[in-house]
Structures are given as structure tokens and as C-alpha cells.
């Protein structure tokens, strides 16, 4: 599913216009990118849990001249699905 496709489900599910929903999506995303931005975590209660977590600087080795490098310390977004989503899966 690419985002015209949530925007097409949201609209029916919420009986909204298609721009409405895409306006809504919209305006969910940014909120959740502004608070992991922030280094705030995200948590939708059944959905899911976003949360920024740092890595740290560690040494790899390039694949094709097999020398080592130094792989800098990053910040990476981490999602854990909630008991909700997870058992629908299965």
C-alpha cells in the first residue's frame, strides 16, 4: 500500500474527501515526525510505539577492498507493533 492508497482508505473508511484525508495524513505524519525530531516517543495504544534510539560509532570493513572504517554514531527511528497489531497477525 503506498500513501494514495491509505489516503483512498481513509476516505472511505471516514467518510471524508479524499483531500480531507490526504490533509489529515498529512497533518498525523508531520506531528509524529515533529515529535521524534523532538526525541519524543510515540506511542498509539493497539498500533504501535515509535521511538528514537541511538547507535553507536562502530568499525565495519568495506566489502569491496576489505578495509576497515569507522561507521559514525547515528540517531535511528525504531517502531515496536503493539500486542493489538501483533496478535492480528498470527
Known amino acids: 500500500m503506498n500513501k494514495a492508497d491509505l489516503v483512498s482508505?481513509?476516505?472511505?473508511?471516514?467518510?471524508?474527501?479524499?483531500?480531507?484525508?490526504k490533509n489529515a495524513l498529512d497533518a498525523a505524519l508531520g506531528a509524529i515526525a515533529g515529535a521524534l525530531k523532538a526525541n519524543d516517543k510515540v506511542a498509539l495504544i493497539g498500533f504501535g510505539t515509535f521511538a528514537v534510539a541511538e547507535r553507536p560509532a562502530r568499525t565495519g570493513i568495506?566489502?569491496?577492498?576489505?578495509a576497515k572504517i569507522?561507521?559514525?554514531?547515528?540517531k535511528v527511528i525504531k517502531f515496536k507493533a503493539g500486542a493489538e497489531l501483533a496478535e492480528g497477525l498470527n
Open 70 to 74: 569507522e561507521i559514525p554514531a547515528k
Open 9 to 21: 482508505a481513509i476516505a472511505a473508511g471516514a467518510n471524508l474527501t479524499k483531500a480531507d484525508a
Open 62 to 66: 568495506n566489502p569491496a577492498t576489505k
